[in-house]
């Protein structure tokens, strides 16, 4: 277990020790994007010193936001260091002089080497082996963002975070077993459904969104939309019927009963066997602290959900990370 | 033509004078939540001094934002003043202390003596006959936020926003007679259609994600998502084949190289007769600023894409504004 945060975090904060950050940009595209959503949330929850905003990496380019300069900090995130939106947000922010770091597995990328400091992290799909859960991507934000909180406004919660990182591989190896058979029996319930819906909120809505659009869409050509679970009464649950397909990640976060809520609407007005609950009281999640669980949540629910998206894949015929039809494989869009 | 922005406006800023207001909540949910981006949008693009952010009426009370206080306003929407997670979100707000500006058709509903200060704006489908966009929901949220900029940091505005608004719906005119032709060809096109997407970016991505969830989903059935113009290149365009169905909106504010992009993309790998394109540059804008044409496109395109709502209801034999599963049909969800 680590008892601090990561040497180049640390460098990379003090760097900005003495200059006064206001505003925090978290800026990236698709699934990095995607784990931007949670850090808002635990920014917003912690901190009354620092704004955030969470941006695609051209939308962030072209608006342009007249906030962005010296009192800003930028933190930016593409897994390959390859996705040139964000590699030019990285030289747009420093243009205006804001602070840049980089998070992505390739520190000699474009974008690791575009950003002030590059900040590693790791995947276990090119590692081959579980990683450690505070060198994944998830976890070296989380760390950022804890360490930038305790150095601008004096709230600490690095070692809750730290101890909790490290109490997340047992956690998630153990949510494996809890859901096996129950991904078997969605895969094959769901295997010629047109359109699955993804549902979330609060620090969770990252991962339906990154479901939603890097696996049902992307690597399984499904019709999807991550939908807001309070959004969802608002216009989307008029297409729920008794075929209506969804994945409902109900976390234990403070937005849990907009969660609850929605999937209570579900069971009632769809079917039990089309609505794939992932509900974090059924896990184990022994050594994570309670103040923790809700951030550490979406990242089980994510790595478990790998799973249920190889079953899912096997049973259309269709191979996950192989088929595409246009990314990596026509380069002039 | 508007010489000044609305009395009540000009009241409830005038309450804030002395205040010193830091950060800006926008609040409301679905349809309502829709216009709160393109108020980001402006606020991002004109303000160094105001933060703001976006939030879901429930989502923002269970989140409950540290930084919320005495230096934040919360502008809050809600059609009917009966939306109960927005009215909760008013009485929230008030309770820490933080300014509350509700906007409302009806001024006596829960929202609107929730809130501090309440601002009526007006809807067409309410009075029967075209209103006066200054009067609309978009003009008077605009209203604000330019009058909160005049006041808060200097920047005025507000005469350009008040004569563009004054242009507004000569445009909105020109422009059904423009799509007349095209709604018809594609409401027989997308008539039997599964599935439809909207995408967008900047300014319009209010009016995409309101018409997805509002119309497409809600009023017709359609399963729907509104796509981010750049973030559908990090995994939505994989469902893209000769089929697939679009309404692509290309506006006339920063991101306008985004939602093209994505355009060609359909164009290359789609059918032509597959996506719905509205330009803005067909337009005839005539007497609105350019510096506001970006803020006030997506105002026409909702506007317009009503009556492809109709047409294709029609196509598909459904009532709009009638057809409803649950949406005031149900109540206790």
């Known amino acids: ?127 081959g082996v579980p990683i450690d859960a505070a060198d994944s991507n998830y976890g070296v934000l989380y760390m950022i963002l804890a360490g930038l909180i305790r150095q601008v406004e004096g709230v600490d919660v690095v070692d809750s975070l730290l101890k909790s990182l490290s109490a997340l591989q047992p956690a998630i190896d153990k949510a494996h077993l809890v859901y096996a058979d129950r991904f078997d029996a969605f895969a094959a319930q769901f295997s010629q459904a047109p359109v699955i819906y993804t549902l979330a909120s609060g620090a969770n809505y990252g991962a339906a969104y990154s479901f939603a659009i890097c696996v049902f869409m992307e690597m399984l050509w499904i019709n999807s939309q991550a939908i807001h679970a309070d959004e969802f009464f608002h216009g989307p649950f008029e297409v729920v019927d008794k075929d209506a397909k969804f994945v409902c990640m109900i976390g234990l976060d403070e937005t849990r009963r907009l969660e609850e809520r929605a999937r209570d609407f579900l069971y009632r007005f769809g079917s039990k066997e089309n609505v794939l609950v992932l509900d974090a009281r059924e896990l184990d999640l022994d050594g994570i602290d309670e103040a923790f669980q809700g951030y550490l ?36 869009y």
Chains 1, 2 share one sequence.
């Open 1 to 127: 277990m680590k008892t601090e945060i990561n040497q180049d975090i640390h460098a990379a904060l003090a760097a900005i020790k003495d200059r006064k950050i206001t505003h925090v940009f978290l800026v990236a595209c698709g699934g990095s994007l995607s784990i931007m959503h949670p850090g808002k949330y635990f920014l917003d929850r912690h901190s009354s010193a620092l704004t955030s905003d969470v941006y695609n990496g051209d939308e962030f380019v072209t608006r342009d936001p007249r906030k962005l300069g010296p009192s800003s900090l930028v933190v930016l995130c593409s897994q390959t260091g390859t996705t040139k939106e964000t590699a030019r947000a990285a030289a747009h922010a420093r243009a205006k002089g804001a602070f840049t770091i980089a998070m992505t597995l390739d520190p000699a990328s474009p974008l690791g080497t575009a950003a002030e400091r590059v900040v590693a992290y790791q995947a276990s799909y090119t590692t």
């Open 297 to 332: 949540v979406p990242l089980i629910f994510f790595d478990t959900l790998w799973k249920f998206a190889y079953k899912l894949a096997d049973q259309r015929g269709t191979v996950i990370l192989e088929d595409r039809r246009y990314m990596k494989k026509i380069s002039d």
